[in-house]
């Protein structure tokens, strides 16, 4: 009887275990993509501001126009 009782908690202290640790390996996984999508967004909105700004292009709504 004492072998069942300490295999349930050692099977539930792993399974624990592994629940936070697959958290914690989520979370780190999608942060470093999440950063990789972010600079590459700011890059492109850096890019299009020079070309604005030394160009003569001006952004619209949604579409860069040159200007007359």
Known sequence: ????????????????IALMAKRFLYVNEHEASIKKEL?????????IKNIEVNLDYKMGTDHIYKQK
Do not use: A, C, P, S
């Open 1 to 16: 009887m004492l072998f069942y009782i300490l295999t349930t908690i050692f099977v539930i202290i792993v399974i624990l």
């Open 39 to 47: 600079k590459t967004f700011n890059d492109n909105f850096e890019n």
